[in-house]
């Protein structure tokens, strides 16, 4: 039992997998490509609010090197990352890089996680961009009917439809074709971040310098929530992070972080990259640069233009140009956040449906939703059928509890990929690494302690709804995946041979 649930794919055979006529899909996209990718699903919301959250109640100007904390801790995330997609540039990322170093049923289990992380991080991310466009129609004198816009926190029964449309829209985008979603992703990115980049400027000219002081405030309060809310060190130790000081910073960090999360996505584009080998590394990295910049850059503005105490929650960065006599700023920010909510939402899709394909591919799921489309080379029927299922549930459910869920998985595949580098180093020292992690074990295992630490100052509660959600998965793999898998019939076939003698077998 437990050699077939940890029976490991080859990556030759994952490679030539991707060369089969009606599972192949198409390469167009380039180093650059995946770059504005990276750029485009990182950068949301979380560089328009967070920075007020965790600047008011954690790092106070500090919150700066809150995010470079974090960036350096996704890096080393990234760095494993690289070195696997250049190694396995296959469809799946995480999912795909456990199948070829931990064994089938890591990999389920991680391609399980990654289904519902995107899925609900594309269905959070919809509904967040519908807020958005009701806030600018209502600006403009246009008010959406209570039953057609968001349900957060009403009584009656509604349909948000604009948040539906997106996710439909950007369904039928993805299967058109990479090249074009592409295209208009680089369009969207670059309206998003000369957004970004004209609030940084014009920011940078009504910094007060003494909003710098404290830098890092010597106190603060501490809130830690109720039992299932507080974090799950303190649940089990009895103590929590400080939330001043230095450690306020760490503590921050934890939060920003969540801001970070998407660049992994571009790991599952490793298939439809003309040269993966090279190209990979580059855009994983490269977009976790540019966006780790960019966040440090906003915080130091906003913390400059209104001091930490009194920044606004809700919209930090808009109250304040608000704050300095500037409003017309806030309608600007307002239309950059819709903006970049957009391509982050396609991308979110975009990664959740190659995972899907490359675990219908290898048997786990139905094979039915692995062939591509005859003339676009997309994986039409799961884009399709994912594209469904979450446009009704952004349309219908507000996710505000489980969007937890997003950031318990992305930490979770942080963690099963930097492993999976060690593994890999020592089962196959023989496969050409076009990109190879600095420091093999070093790296990884910091990685792996670093997203650990972030994980533990998650509340209590995703917890148990992220095992609810891994055993509900368990069940799925031994009902139908384990039995169905190519692997597994590969190696009863090739056993049958060798018990035949018609051949020597190899899995």
Request: net charge negative.
């Amino acid at each position: 039992m437990s050699s077939t649930l940890f029976r490991t794919k080859r990556v030759e055979q994952s490679i030539l997998d991707t060369e089969e006529p009606e599972h192949a899909l198409k390469k167009s996209l380039s180093a650059l490509d995946l770059t504005v990718f990276g750029v485009g699903v990182i950068i949301g919301t979380g560089i328009f609010v967070l920075t007020g959250t965790v600047a008011k109640d954690n790092a106070g100007p500090a919150v700066a090197l809150a995010f470079v904390v974090s960036g350096v801790a996704c890096a080393l995330a990234a760095l494993c990352y690289a070195e696997f997609a250049s190694t396995v540039p296959v469809a799946g990322s995480a999912y795909t890089f456990s199948y070829a170093s931990l064994g089938e049923l890591p990999a389920w289990i991680i391609g399980w996680d990654l289904v519902l992380e995107f899925a609900l991080g594309t269905a959070v991310v919809a509904v967040g961009w519908s807020g958005y466009i009701q806030s600018l129609m209502d600006n403009a004198g246009w008010t959406m009917p209570d039953a057609l816009g968001s349900r957060e926190g009403a009584d009656a029964f509604g349909f948000d439809i604009l948040a539906a449309a997106l996710v439909l829209v950007l369904t039928f985008i993805l299967v058109l074709g990479m090249k074009l979603s592409a295209r208009i992703t680089s369009l969207v990115v670059a309206i998003k971040v000369a957004v970004v980049l004209t609030v940084i400027i014009a920011g940078a000219f009504l910094i007060d310098g003494d909003n710098y002081d404290p830098f890092i405030p010597d106190s603060q309060t501490v809130d830690a929530g109720g039992s299932l809310q507080a974090p799950l060190i303190q649940l089990m130790f009895g103590w929590a992070p400080s939330n001043y000081g230095v450690m306020g910073i760490f503590t921050a960090a934890s939060v920003v972080f969540f801001a970070f999360i998407g660049f992994d996505v571009v790991a599952t584009a490793a298939e439809e990259t003309k040269n993966p080998q090279r190209d990979m590394p580059r855009g994983i990295i490269g977009s976790l640069i540019i966006c780790t910049t960019l966040y440090v850059l906003v915080s130091i503005v906003v913390t400059g233009m209104q001091h930490y105490t009194r920044l606004s929650v809700d919209a930090p960065l808009a109250d304040a140009f608000k704050d300095t006599g500037h409003p017309w700023f806030a309608g600007f920010i307002s239309f950059g956040a819709a903006v970049g909510l957009t391509t982050v939402c396609m991308i979110l899709l975009l990664g959740q449906t190659r995972v899907f394909f490359a675990m219908s591919r290898d048997g786990l799921l139905p094979r039915f939703f692995s062939h591509v489309h005859p003339r676009f080379k997309t994986p039409h029927r799961p884009t399709i059928l994912l594209g469904v299922i979450i446009a009704i549930l952004a349309g219908f459910t507000p996710l505000t509890e489980l969007a937890a869920l997003v950031n318990i998985g992305t930490l979770f595949a942080f963690v099963v990929v930097a492993i999976g580098v060690i593994i890999l180093r020592k089962t196959r020292p023989d496969l050409h690494r076009a990109f190879r992690t600095p420091w093999v074990p070093v790296i990884p295992i910091l990685s792996v302690c670093a997203s650990l630490w972030l994980m533990i100052n998650l509340p209590a509660e995703t917890w148990v709804r992220f095992a609810i959600w891994m055993v509900i998965g368990s069940g799925v793999y031994f009902l139908y995946g384990r039995s169905h898998s190519r692997l597994g019939r590969h190696e009863e076939t090739t056993e049958a041979e060798v018990e035949r003698g018609e051949g020597t077998g190899t899995a």
